[in-house]
């Protein structure tokens, strides 16, 4: 069992940046791929960014390549999304997620947190 707890969201202007943390708690955390989704209003979940459980896998939406990087400290049982260049279209509840598939398919993620709400302004 792995427990999810986001934070870090808020509003911030566009070109903006943003760190959202998720710890975790549970034993088997070292195990799991962990990834970022995020769903706007009116939209279905889409997936943002995943890091293998070594760390060595990273895998990004083109939407935020080379804007929004995913790491994870093992040692904290925390992942992190830094998000740079923000744009009002970013705008959405993001949530974290830990399965132990490296993939970018949501129904393959067993455990998800509450989320965390990131508005960009234009």
């Known amino acids: 069992q792995v427990q999810l707890v986001e934070s870090g969201g808020g509003l911030v202007q566009a070109g903006g940046s943003l760190r959202l943390s998720c710890a975790a708690s549970g034993r088997t955390f070292n195990s799991y791929t962990l990834a970022w989704f995020r769903q706007a209003p009116g939209k279905e979940r889409e997936f943002v960014a995943a890091r293998g459980w070594s760390g060595a896998r990273t895998f990004y939406a083109d939407s935020v390549k080379g804007r929004f990087t995913i790491s994870r400290d093992n040692a904290k049982s925390t992942v992190y999304l830094q998000m740079n260049s923000l744009k009002p279209e970013d705008t959405a509840v993001y949530y974290c997620?830990?399965?132990?598939?490296?993939?970018?398919?949501?129904?393959?993620?067993?455990?998800w947190g509450q989320g965390t709400q990131v508005t960009v302004s234009s």
């Open positions: 997620a830990a399965g132990p598939t490296f993939t970018s398919v949501h129904a393959r993620y067993d455990y």
